[in-house]
Nanobody
Framework: QVTLVESGGGLVQAGGSLKLSCAASGRTFSRAALAWFRQAPGKEHEFVATIGWSAGSTGYADSVKGRFTISRDNAKNTVYLQMNSLKSEDTAVYYC????????????????WGQGTQVTVSS
């Protein structure tokens, strides 16, 4: 059974930083793409960032480009999201996803999901 567990969320003031982690168990994802999505109240899941198995291939939503950095540690089967210069509009539940079967910026492409971690940015 595959399990993805996010951690690192919390309450932070605007302009601050947080680092999210997502640890996978049940199988190795060293050759799989990984991603972060988020969902704000009343809104659909929104793509945030993705990283290929080689770690050199990354992609970001325009809304977070230059502020967020996705990385991975294959030895730990873990993906990270460093979030800097946080804004109130970044407030959402953040989810990690693994193993895409289609476009990596589409919610429906991903096979495995974590339970989410809440990020709240106060202005």
């Amino acid at each position: 059974q595959v399990t993805l567990v996010e951690s690192g969320g919390g309450l932070v003031q605007a302009g601050g930083s947080l680092k999210l982690s997502c640890a996978a168990s049940g199988r190795t994802f060293s050759r799989a793409a990984l991603a972060w999505f988020r969902q704000a109240p009343g809104k659909e899941h929104e793509f945030v960032a993705t990283i290929g198995w080689s770690a050199g291939s990354t992609g970001y939503a325009d809304s977070v480009k230059g502020r967020f950095t996705i990385s991975r540690d294959n030895a730990k089967n873990t993906v990270y999201l460093q979030m800097n210069s946080l804004k109130s509009e970044d407030t959402a539940v953040y989810y990690c996803a693994a193993n895409a079967r289609g476009r990596r910026d589409e919610f429906r492409s991903w096979d495995y999901w974590g339970q989410g971690t809440q990020v709240t940015v106060s202005s």
